[in-house]
């Protein structure tokens, strides 16, 4: 018995030690063949920090995927996949000379044209649309100059209006909800709903009520709201027990054809 149990010890591991090897073999390979642990593939350094993840677009064509990141320096890169190097930017000091980029650039073709265009937030609580291929602004649209709001994670697109055209969901700190239209950056609805509750999440969507009209679903301070997608007024909220930081997901989970917030 004890022979036994020392072979079962034995042959589990040289498993290990085998699967481990096979791991490594496909793993290695994905690494920088010239560089160590502190020579990454390549390096871009921005003005300043960066407080968002990426977003991935061949912006290019050229089969390699491209990388598009805002910084706090306010700027937005797209950087070259291969090389590292800067296909274009987008300062927006240009037109408030204290914002910052604290979003993942939201990629999106907003207005149907067959090429995509960059979304972003920032910390004046403006919204630009940007074109992929050059970094050109389409449109900018600010809620409030000088305001105190901020677009911090709250961006997200659906046609909310039923009109065939992509619209933007913007959540912002001091609890605002408001939508634009995704053509021309036209408000098409605002509601503050909270002074003291800041929305630091992007919203999901679903129709909630039933009405053929996406609805907002999106947590704030310790709670999960739904907001009809007509007007912004509230359909439900469920307390939760700590600060929600993440969006929700929407799916009918039972099958009963009624969506569930998970
Ligand atoms: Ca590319
Ligand atoms: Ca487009
Ligand atoms: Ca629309
Ligand atoms: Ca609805």
Same mark, same amino acid.
């Not at 593939?41 to 064509?61: C, E, P, Q, R």
């Not at 190097?85 to 980029?101: A, G, H, P, Q």
């Not at 098409?188 to 009209?213: A, P, R, V």
């Given at each position: 018995?004890?022979?036994?149990?020392?072979?079962? #010890?034995?042959?589990?591991?040289?498993?290990?030690?085998?699967?481990?090897?096979?791991?490594?073999?496909?793993?290695?390979?994905?690494?920088?063949?010239?560089?160590?642990?502190?020579?990454?593939?390549?390096?871009?350094?921005?003005?300043?920090?960066?407080?968002?993840?990426?977003?991935?677009?061949?912006?290019?064509?050229? +089969?390699?995927?491209?990388?598009?990141?805002?910084?706090?320096?306010?700027?937005?890169?797209?950087?070259? +996949?291969?090389?590292?190097?800067?296909?274009?930017?987008?300062? !927006?000091?240009?037109?408030?000379?204290?914002?910052? !980029?604290?979003?993942?650039?939201?990629?999106?073709?907003?207005?149907?044209?067959?090429?995509?265009?960059?979304?972003?937030?920032?910390?004046?609580?403006?919204?630009?649309?940007?074109?992929?291929?050059? +970094?050109?602004?389409?449109?900018?649209?600010?809620?409030? #100059?000088?305001?105190?709001?901020?677009?911090?994670?709250?961006?997200?697109? &659906?046609?909310?209006?039923?009109?065939?055209?992509?619209?933007?969901?913007? &959540?912002? &700190?001091?609890?605002?909800?408001?939508?634009?239209?995704?053509?021309?950056?036209?408000?098409?609805?605002?509601?503050?709903?909270?002074?003291?509750?800041?929305?630091?999440?992007?919203?999901?969507?679903?129709?909630?009520?039933?009405?053929?009209?996406?609805? !907002?679903?999106?947590?704030?301070?310790?709670?999960?709201?739904?907001?009809?997608?007509?007007?912004?007024?509230?359909?439900?909220?469920?307390?939760?027990?700590?600060?929600?930081?993440?969006?929700?997901?929407?799916?009918?989970?039972?099958?009963?054809? &009624?969506?569930? !917030?998970?």
């Amino acid at each position: 018995m004890r022979f036994q149990k020392y072979s079962v #010890e034995i042959l589990l591991t040289t498993l290990i030690l085998v699967n481990f090897f096979f791991i490594s073999l496909i793993l290695i390979p994905a690494l920088p063949s010239k560089n160590d642990e502190n020579n990454p593939f390549w390096v871009y350094h921005t003005g300043a920090g960066i407080d968002s993840t990426s977003s991935l677009l061949d912006v290019n064509n050229n +089969g390699y995927t491209d990388v598009l990141v805002g910084s706090i320096d306010g700027v937005l890169y797209c950087i070259e +996949g291969k090389k590292g190097t800067v296909l274009w930017d987008f300062n !927006i000091r240009k037109y408030y000379y204290n914002s910052e !980029i604290l979003m993942r650039p939201l990629i999106a073709n907003i207005d149907n044209n067959g090429t995509f265009e960059v979304i972003i937030g920032t910390r004046d609580g403006s919204i630009y649309v940007l074109s992929s291929v050059d +970094g050109s602004l389409i449109w900018r649209f600010n809620y409030e #100059e000088g305001g105190s709001i901020s677009i911090e994670g709250g961006l997200s697109i &659906t046609d909310i209006d039923n009109d065939q055209d992509n619209d933007i969901i913007v &959540t912002t &700190t001091y609890g605002l909800l408001y939508v634009l239209d995704g053509k021309d950056g036209t408000l098409l609805w605002e509601n503050k709903l909270f002074f003291m509750k800041s929305f630091f999440t992007s919203s999901s969507l679903g129709d909630i009520n039933h009405d053929g009209i996406s609805d !907002i679903i999106v947590g704030c301070g310790q709670s999960i709201f739904a907001f009809n997608g007509y007007n912004g007024s509230k359909i439900l909220e469920f307390e939760t027990n700590f600060f929600v930081t993440a969006p929700a997901a929407i799916g009918d989970v039972d099958g009963d054809s &009624t969506l569930e !917030i998970i």
